[in-house]
């Protein structure tokens, strides 16, 4: 799900004051009031349509280029608020409660409509090509549906000649641009502000937001919901202002033309799409009457060249030539973030006595093959147990079943006393445990405190329209970041860091999320000798002082013995031994599993 | 004092430059807006259409043009579809600002136009045929409609071929059901069956399971009114290979598709208000006039083409009779000319459409149609009864 | 009944050639490549150049399957190649392609449909009832090309190696085998495959800039409840097309056009696997 291309360096703008992206609104409101009555009408009329089909565009961007979902299906949404306007105003006439009624039936259509695709593409676990294969099954469907109506639906002809509200174009001229206007400030808001960065987060590492406690799916649902309903308020208004319908507004063909304008514009950038969208709708008008086959083989040749070697479209490339024409007065670096600590959520020692981990003959086998069998063990508060064992003992696919309730074949796994069942990650995550991946994930293109913001998304969500200053982490999390030196660097974006500092902040991420039992997948891989110990020293900080469970996997024998409480020994899926540092690293079956380690320990004790 | 001299000459110049730029608006040609799907579904017959268009002004322009003002033409690529017909229409009417719009469409194309025509308050004719009922204030239409193309097929099976039972197969969009719709009413009104009516969607390719069905039913006939262009082509190899070899009446593939179907298409019945090979003198003047105009790039004139090359002669009739340009004087001039065309004699009298010579042909083995039958004046019926 | 029956096989047997080449790209390269019905189309007009030539039908189909290939050859350099990590890119990137081989052949083909003489003509008695030769023809190279895909996959050296690479490139790299070369050679034989397809589907349609296009769909939701497997997809093929047919025959042909679609994509909802061994 992570695409490499795509971790876009989009640019932030300097100050996080709402009051720039409204001003820049209220300025397009006043050009569009004068453009109405100072344009030709022919040039009216065609903007009309391209500021409601860059409003659609607008959509697509935010799924797309922000979240990752490509859907070919804003342009069914599109044609669901604009039938609904047609298939009333001609059956039952006009008036000002019947399309108050249409408009109510086309954004609810639409909204159960999407809630449907939703279920279909959204789960965990589902691959973003299905998603793809839904949105693009469903304009296909509802053309289909269309054609079938007869003269109902007015079929392939569409339906024309309805009444409709009466006031002059430049009129809705204004009311176009105005929607256009509103929503390109209300998403721009929404990107630039703390929960935008979610969106970026999900398209860059799904996997990691969800292991962060965000239920990825029911999000990407809900985005998908409000977008659909604001292209079927678009389709509506179209509706409106054309008077008249047809099945290729709802079509996947239009449908696939809105994802090439956002491609062409610049995915993931909000203007990018809306002025391409324009551009080419615009300039459609009139060129394509000149070269009617040469237009479609231009474009689609520019499409193809933008998706292989420009994929960021052409606004980066405008933007860039803006931005060192026009020096910046301004200094150009953003504010810094700055940590604070926050209060404790939680009790410390709510339970003592129960468990904090507790598995009971966990199995996992593919097919015939038994990679886990008759796991069972508790875990403590307060203790640093290390699961150690051969390559291919089952040690991470352990932690797996841990962290995910689907992962396990049978048997049960309870965290903090509750009994995980089948739950997904995101809600084994509220019960209390933090996963720690193997190799560090975090989101490339984000910066240290916006990636740990994202993991105090569950926690305190943050604000959707403005960025704050402060970040409250926990205890823990900061003192991880102040051992490390990542708190003098908010502000670096991840891909610069180096690879322990990447292990750090995945670790002060999952902190942050106040967890009482973590999971840590080999975290010393890849560190220097001089982090390992910094590391080493967290770890029991966490059990000791903080009294958090932690699960260790780790191949270093010398790391594991000075810092464990307890050692469990995984051999061919099953716990050979589990005690005391002591007796295990000293056991011949120990010696017998690690045979050629024997000496490292044996000097080490 | 002197400025008087001054003021003399700036207003001679200010008097010599209106009577210059009247000159010059007296001299502006008419426009005749084409708005036709140059890109698209029609894109194939396209090209007709406008060669048809090209011969008519070039003629009229060669006698005086309208009312002394030469002719000239506006040719928008509507797409063949809504989304290009409202950019289309919009260009010819806001820009180009066009007398008149005169040409044929897809009808998902002519609803998009419409609107923008009742805003721009500019007549048009419309010359394809269609499903009918389509009206509108500032609209003609100069082509058929399933009530005139029906009949000659049905009451020629029935005669010919004592035909009693039929099975109608049809794409599924708006015209393939209008046209099957009133097939299906008029081959019960005059007492046949029908044992069948099944559509495919407007792309679909496999005709198998409805080829089944039909051989099952075992019909006398078999009526058709597929999409243009590829849907035909599919349906008659599909129903030759399953060896289908019924009466077959096409009502919705012209001469040139028929040509290029090759041996599958032999013993197809046609039926229109216009063959190549009609046998009077107009037409025999118009196509040796085309043959003259575009030599070696002449596409074969037809059904869809013609009519637009009769639409521009009437639209001149209805100026000269009104004596005006001004389209509430237009309007009611076109339903009171008339026009002797290679198709006969138009004339747009009854509800905004026309009684037309209508012409029952056969494809033969080398790809012509032989005229078999003709129908003279067969009535449009009411179209819109709400105009007059 | 039996009509009903030789139907459902002998539709199984043209979605299961023309979506062969589909599936051979997914199973190797895990993307959906949306220009095969722009190589159908070419299949197609290469059948259309024969027959301009003055030669029999039968030549058609290496001369499909030799532009396909080539064509397979730029289309992976040019556009495949390049976008390996970001498959939901190729899809994008795909598409336009077919867009540009549509345009480039309209603009030397022009718009027309182009008719392309059957070799086989007629229907012929079978099993006391009469269908369609060319039909039942078509269910006898469906098994060809299975078979010969088989062989192909399993018989030889490239095809030992590419079901290497379909289980794990990461091993297969570290083993030595170019995975690579091995993208490459498949993609120019799903290609191939595909343009084949387009030639062989001539007889039963007719050729236009965009007879491709109403395949994609349906081809592509084949081939994801296939996985990789050509025996998921022969499955696939009977019993999804199976049901286009039923609901064609007994429902209406507009709704057994949605039928593969929509039925493949609640399968996936319920068992992402599709007809694939789990």
Known sequence: MAEPVSTLPLARSASSSWKGPVAIGILALVILAVGSVSLPTFLVNNMIRAFLYAAVALTVDVLWGYTGILTFGQSAFFGIGAYAAGLIFTHEGFSWSLAAAALAAGLGVSWVVSRAVGWLAFYHGASPLYASVVTLVLPIVLVQGIYSGGEFTGSSSGLSGFDSIDIPLEAWFFIAGALLTVLAVTAWLFVRSDAGRLLVAIRENESRCEYLGIDVSRYKARLMDICAVIAAFAGFLFACVQMVVAPEYAGFVFGTELVIWVALGGRGSLIGPIVGAMLIDVGSAYLSGNLPYIWTLLVGVAFVVVIVAMPRGLAPVVASAVRRAVPRRRGTAPRPVAFLAAKPREKADADATRPALSLTNVQKHFGSLKVLDGISFDAHAGELLSLIGPNGAGKSTLMRCIADGAERSSGRVTIGGTDIGKLAPYDCVALGVGRKFQTATVFESMSVAEALRIARHRVSPPSKWKRDATLELPQPALDVLRLTGLDRIPERECRYLSHGQKQALELAMVLALEPRTVLLDEPTAGLTKQERTQIGEIFVALSSQYRMCLLLVEHDLEFVQQISSRIIVLHQGRIVMDGGVHDVVHSDLVRAVYAGETHAAENAA | MKAIPTLIRQAGTLVMLAMASHAVLAADPVKIGVPVGLSGANSVVAPSVVQAAQLAVDEINAKGGILGRQVSLEVADDGSGAAGAQKAFDSLIFDKKVNALISMETSAARNAGLPIVTRGKVPFIYTSFYEGRSCNRYMYVDAWVPDQQVAPIVDYFVKQYHAKTFFLIGSDYAFGRGMLDFTKTYIEKQGGKVVGNEYLPMDGSDWTPIISKLQGAKPDAIITSTAGGAPNVTLTKQLRAAGVRVPYGNLAVDEGTAKSMGVDAEGIYISGSYVTNIDTPANKTFMAAMQKRFGSDLKTPNDLSVPEYEAIYLYKAAVEKSGSFDTAKVIPALAQVSFDGPRGTIQMSKQRHTPLTMYLGQVQANGSVKVIQSFKNVDPGAQCPALK | ?278
């Open chain 3, 1 to 278: 009944m039996l009509n009903l029956g030789l139907d459902i096989a002998t539709t199984a047997a043209i979605l299961f050639i023309v979506s062969a080449g589909l599936l051979m790209v997914f199973g190797v390269m895990k993307i959906i490549n949306f220009s095969h019905g722009a190589f159908l189309t070419v299949g197609g007009y290469a059948s259309v150049i024969v027959a301009h030539a003055g030669l029999g039908w039968w030549w058609s189909v290496p001369c499909a399957l030799a532009v396909g290939f080539v064509l397979g050859m730029l289309v992976e350099r040019f556009i495949v190649r390049p976008l390996y990590a970001r498959p939901l890119d190729a899809i994008l990137a795909t598409w336009g392609l077919g867009i540009i081989v549509g345009q480039i052949i309209t603009l030397i083909f022009g718009r027309g449909v182009q008719m392309v003489a059957s070799p086989v003509d007629g229907a012929v008695p079978f099993l006391g009832t009469q269908y369609s030769a060319y039909r039942l023809i078509l269910v006898g190279v469906a098994v060809l090309v299975a078979l010969a895909l088989g062989w192909l996959v399993n018989g030889t050296r490239l095809g030992l190696q590419t079901r290497a690479v379909i289980m794990n490139e990461a091993l297969a790299r570290g083993l030595g085998i170019s995975s690579a070369r091995v993208r490459f050679m498949t993609f120019c034989t799903g290609a191939a495959l595909a343009s084949t397809a387009g030639c062989l589907i001539t007889p039963l349609a007719s050729v236009d800039p965009n007879m491709g296009v109403p395949w994609i769909v349906g081809a592509f939701m084949l081939v994801l409840v296939s996985g990789s497997s050509l025996v998921s997809l022969a499955v696939a093929s009977l019993v999804l097309g199976g049901a286009q047919v039923l609901v064609s025959t007994f429902v209406n042909p507009v709704l057994g056009g949605l039928t593969i679609a929509v039925l493949a994509a609640v399968l996936l909802r319920f068992r992402p696997e599709g007809f694939a061994r789990g």
